[in-house]
């Protein structure tokens, strides 16, 4: 069964039956990642061209690596090396892209609805890696992937997520897919740092959302706990005293950790800031399942490729 749908550009526009697609197939992908040859011949004769114009590592390598084991051919352009550093527009490197005649465009940009843009004039499936910060639909799927495997199930879990929450798309896609799941998010940070009205955006679902007042009653009982990056490069400036004062009064460390239920887990998008949001003793404990993510992450980026450029 395919998508019905040319692009993945975020979540708010993915139906419950969607999610769970993409979801169960990425749990077929995920067994072929642990053969001693990782290679299907699903999308043999399709190519796959990864346009990032924002630095990443485990969203472009993931998608990398999931073409390449659907036996796709996977072409990599970044900012620098494009011809945007000499003044192209981002819709002439698109149109110039489409004239070679790719399967799926993977892009990540810094402006909110930048993919958007592109899927409307390109015929190749365009999925959104990160758009400022709108949204991130394939990191989402993973920490739901990531969250199902562990927990059975989403619905009803209390998740708790931490941090910058204003600039982080991480946040505003697994708010939308969460509550779309029955689970109860809550969110907590600095309130320089807690988008105003968010609950609003997010339609009535299965689950809920709410702010909580402060970390510690955001973390007790949750079933997850979920840290984010501090945006630095999305921020101005003032948003916090320091980053000491952040890691005392929001970073997660064991004394918060054992507020949450006994079996909790912990998630981060990465890249961690180990000793701000984070204590390395948590990130490397028991609970944090931070590595099991990125695995994921290939095996959801292997079933959103798989159903969006038609494999067999």
């Not at 495997?149 to 929450?165: E, F, Q």
Request: net charge neutral; no cysteine; aromatic share 4%.
């Amino acid at each position: 069964m395919p998508l019905h749908r040319k692009d993945l550009l975020g979540i708010a526009d993915l139906s419950v039956e969607e999610i769970n697609l993409i979801l169960d197939t990425a749990v077929t992908f995920r067994d072929i990642n642990t053969r001693q040859i990782k290679k299907v011949p699903t999308l043999r004769g399709k190519t796959v061209i990864n346009l990032f114009f924002e630095a990443s590592t485990r969203t472009r390598t993931s998608f990398e690596i999931a073409a390449k084991r659907l036996s796709a051919d996977a072409v990599n352009i970044s900012a620098s090396t494009s011809s945007v550093v000499k003044g192209e527009t981002l819709v002439d490197t698109a149109l110039n892209l489409q004239a070679m005649a790719p399967d799926a465009i993977v892009i990540r940009h810094s402006s909110s609805g930048a993919p958007h843009q592109i899927a409307k004039i390109v015929k190749a499936g365009v999925i959104n890696a990160g758009d400022g910060a709108h949204e991130h639909p394939t990191q989402a799927l993973l920490d739901a992937l990531t969250i199902r495997h562990a927990k059975g199930r989403l619905a009803g879990l209390k998740v708790a997520i931490i941090g910058d929450v204003l600039h982080s798309r991480v946040a505003r896609s697994n708010a939308h897919l969460l509550t779309k799941l029955g689970a109860h998010v809550v969110l907590a940070g600095p309130r320089t740092l807690m988008p105003f009205g968010l609950e609003k955006l997010i339609p009535p679902g299965n689950g809920s959302i709410r702010f909580a007042e402060n970390v510690d009653e955001a973390i007790t009982d949750a079933d997850v706990v979920m840290m984010l990056r501090i945006q630095m490069e999305r921020q101005s400036g003032g948003f916090f005293p320091s980053l000491r004062e952040y890691s005392i009064h929001f970073g997660l460390n064991k004394r918060r950790l054992a507020l949450a239920k006994p079996d909790a887990i912990v998630l981060h998008p990465g890249p961690i800031n180990r000793g701000v949001e984070i204590d390395s003793d948590v990130a490397d404990g028991a609970s944090s399942l931070i590595l099991d993510q990125v695995e994921n992450g290939v095996a959801v980026r292997m079933a959103v490729l798989y159903l969006l450029a038609g494999g067999e």
